[in-house]
């Protein structure tokens, strides 16, 4: 009987040290704009994510190892060293913001000159996990007048009187 305890305790402690490592993960939340689409992307340490694009539907994509690692670690530097934040002039119309949200700290926007060299890799880390996500600068197309106040051209040009 003590023999089987024994048994089963060792095989409980090995399945707990076997047992997958917890994955970390973090958020990149792009604002948009009027003309570009905003998106989240979910990473984790593993390298798997998710994506979506103007609160659509999330898709999974999948990172390298050495850029997931190189992320979370850029992550840690910037958040103990973030910089001094400086004013950062964007247009109102088209300007966008990119944060990291990571252990409940949110980043500096990324899209404005690094504050830190840790800020720099880490903007540089989200470039590339945009593109691995296969996020572009998405455009969404020109809003037209209503036709109340669209005044088209006629085909001639009208003579004035003189």
Known sequence: MRNRL??????????VLGAAAPRDG??????????TAGYTITVRSDGTGTKSIQRGPASPFTLAQDVSERFFADLKAARENPGVPTHCMKSASFGTTTVVQWH??????LQCPPFSASVGALANDVRAIQSA????TLMRGRIGL?????????????????
């Open 146 to 162: 209503p036709p109340s106040l669209r005044k088209i051209p006629p085909a001639t040009p009208e003579v004035q009187p003189t």
């Open 133 to 136: 996500a296969g996020i572009t």
């Open 104 to 109: 409940g700290w949110t980043s500096p926007d």
């Open 26 to 35: 973090a958020v990149i939340h792009n604002s948009g704009s009027t003309n």
């Open 6 to 15: 024994i048994f089963t305790v060792a095989i409980l402690g090995l399945s």
